[in-house]
């Protein structure tokens, strides 16, 4: 960090085993990233231990004090954790856009309904999740093998009038008489194979890369001690999943050169197939043919073998695996390579590849798997039903159904971006399949039921506003009314709750979604033209509507794309933009990797054993009491790092959670890791533990721990705006802080002491735990 202040020189080193001081504060930031001076409150902050992507800070001035050996000020002692540069650190993060889908379908797999004792049926749910990732590799390969191959070297470099306008293909075009060796279209193919061969290394880069730098970090204790079954995060393996990762990259890779292989072997396989054609090559072709299909099948069967354990660190990494799949597979596409680039006299590229079978049999094989997951979430929560849960447990196959979605119009939009540059007019090409171009159409009428469920919500958000009126005149007796001060604060509390109207929002998006995909695909198969051309002949009303959604979604498509593309450029240039778009990765990358090895790289397993090791060693060189403090997502790594402490160290913790979606958010749609029962072992597990939340807030909310035998976990609902109108503390008007500035209400302070106060017990204080069946 270079806001952070080096070491003078001629000083020593900083020494941990040195520290003095029996109180220390350990704080967490949140979604967004922050800085040590702004966590801290100090322009002068010292590095204590880590590096530049993660580390932990304190002031200046505590740290020499620490290091004179004397007693810091007043209160504790503060330390900031500081881990937002694992995911807005350098330019290369820019490229994580790619992999937005691969994030998606990877949230899925966490968000099962809670089952205990069904193993056999939460291995089938983490199974479907896998294979559904496994259809997303293949339609983002199979989109490029659509540009580079379909488009480019088979339709318009195979038409001499297109060539002529892209001089760059002028040698790929057939010329009047023979033409050159490049020319013949199974060498095109060939040639063409190496920009989606080139995107599977790049994918299989970025994996290995971050494979090496985040799941390389083992937890603190190798040694199977959970505090508690209630939740899996509590288990010493599950922030290692280092040899899931390489057996799914393994089988990922392979999967997407099997793609590009396997469009570049079957217009070649067709043409030999043809009566009275070159029986060697017939031959070859079946082999060819029989190989890859070998080859995929050996794939899906490494998808499908379940190959991480949480209930130990699993070391192995089954290395002849992880390397011959992927050579193998390697080795299949050269030799298809090969097989295309044969001479075949007489072999013509005309319209477009066999690609309305492949996208359609992707597309419709992705529905069947949602819906089966869809009927696997059911029974898992029917069995423990939670109605705090996110669509009845159904959260994760609406997730994954928008990840396919997600996959398609990006798929589409490239493939018609391309089309409309090489050919605007569509005179010369055919074009991308018009499965594509079906979907593309979808988008507007989604658009429209969004628009229409926006509206709803804007409407209920404005009666609960004026309702919200009511209650802040009543909370304010005495004081003269601010009608505009009353209605800022009543629409701020009303805006809050539209976080607990997701549930509503992803229901209707994904059902309009399954509606829409199965018309487009049912559309395209039955007709196989494109929107306007099959309402061609109908009724004017129905011809309108399909000529405005085939531009519009064209339009958006192309709107879309074009935002796509600034937005990841100026993320490479910009960190300021790297950082926003590091809140998206923030929320979606805090699980481990388990169903999509492409997917940007899990920080929690990397954050969770630093803030293990740091308070593990804090407490056993000091033994003073530690108050671990999380606001917003730093609550949750929070609560995963008290997890995953030894139970003597747990029991010495105390946890200050603010602005926390424990709850809120992950408890409703992750219910099997942070549902009711997780939550109310972590508060039986640390020594204490206490929430702090506004009515303003729209993330952060009550935790509602199911536990009467302890204290209240959650406090009261805080005040925000602290001061109603003008007072003496505050003369001027105090801002609407929401989800933000905790620190700046004195309640926190005051909670924070009385949780140190719990951790050592005081004759004049409370105990920290009263006796089942005393006083709360």
Known sequence: MERAQERPAGREPVRPGNEPESDLELLVHGVGGSTPEKMLGDPRTTRITGDDIAAVFRRTEDAEDTQAGSRPGQGPVQEAYVWCNLTSGDGSRALWLLLLPFMVVNLAHWMRPAAPGRQRTVRLYGLLVRLAALTLTVLLVAAACEVAMDLVAWQCAGVRSCARRHTWLGFLAPGPAQGGWWTAPGRRLALAALVPAALTGLLWYLSHRTWSAYES????????????????????????????????????????????????????????????????????????????????????????????????????????LVRRLPLGALA???????????????????????????????????GLLVLALAAVAGDLHRRRPDPRSGMRGRGGPAVALLACALGGVISGGVAQRVADWLDGTRALLPGPPVLLTWQASAIPPLLTVLLLLAARLALSTSRLARAERERVRHEHPGEPEDPTRTRAVAHAR????????????????????????????????GTGKTPDGAAHR???????????????????????????????????????????????????????????????????????????????????????????????????????????????????????????????????????????????????????????????????????????????????????????????????????????????????????????????????????????????
């Open 332 to 366: 299949l596409l050269l030799l298809t390579l090969l097989y295309a680039g044969w001479a075949r006299p007489g072999w013509r590229s005309a319209g477009r590849l066999p690609g309305d079978p492949a996208f359609g049999a992707l597309m419709l094989g992705q």
């Open 538 to 776: 109908t009724y004017d009303a129905v011809q309108a509507v399909a000529e405005t959604s085939q531009a519009v979604g064209s339009w958006l498509i192309g709107l879309g794309f074009l935002l796509f593309v600034t937005w990841g450029r100026r993320a490479y240039k910009d960190p300021s933009a790297r950082r926003t778009i590091g809140i998206l990765w923030d929320v979606g990358t805090f699980w481990p990797r388990a169903a999509h090895p492409f997917a940007p790289p899990c920080y929690a397993e990397r954050a969770v054993p630093d803030l293990t090791w740091r308070m593990a060693t804090w407490t056993q060189r000091t033994g003073g009491r530690l108050v671990l403090s999380g606001h917003s997502q730093g609550s949750v790594l929070a609560a995963a790092a008290a997890w995953q402490l030894p139970p003597p160290v747990r029991g010495r913790v105390a946890l200050l959670t603010y602005g926390s979606p424990l709850e809120r958010l992950y408890g409703r749609w992750f219910p099997a890791h942070f549902g009711p029962p997780a939550l109310a072992a972590l508060h039986r597990d640390v020594a204490c533990w206490r929430n702090l939340y506004r009515p303003t807030d729209p993330i952060g909310g009550p935790v509602h721990v199911p536990d009467d035998a302890t204290p209240h976990v959650d406090h009261e609902p805080l005040r925000d705006p602290l001061a109603y109108g003008r007072t003496a503390d505050h003369p001027l008007p105090a801002p609407i802080l929401g989800h933000s500035d905790y620190q700046a209400d004195p309640v926190f302070t005051r909670e924070r002491a009385r949780l140190l106060a719990r951790l050592c017990p005081d004759p004049e204080l409370p105990g920290q735990r009263p006796e089942p069946g005393g006083p709360g």
């Open 217 to 320: 970090h083992r937890p603190m204790s190798p040694e199977p001690e959970p505090a508690t079954d209630d939740s899996a995060l509590a288990r010493p393996g599950f922030w290692y999943g280092r040899r899931l990762v390489a057996r799914l990259r393994a089988a990922h890779t392979a999967a997407g050169l099997l793609t590009v292989a396997g469009a570049v072997a079957t217009p070649a396989v067709r043409f030999d197939h043809r009566p009275g054609g070159p029986a060697a090559l017939d031959a070859a072709g079946w082999l060819l043919t029989a190989a890859l299909t070998a080859c995929a099948a050996a794939v899906t069967g490494v998808v499908c073998r379940r190959g991480r354990s949480e209930n130990r660190l699993d070391r192995r990494l089954d290395r002849l």
């Open 494 to 525: 009303a805006v809050a709750t539209l976080t607990d109207r997701a549930p509503l929002v992803l229901t209707v998006l994904t059902a309009a979604t399954l509606v829409l995909g199965t018309a487009a695909l049912a559309g395209a198969l």
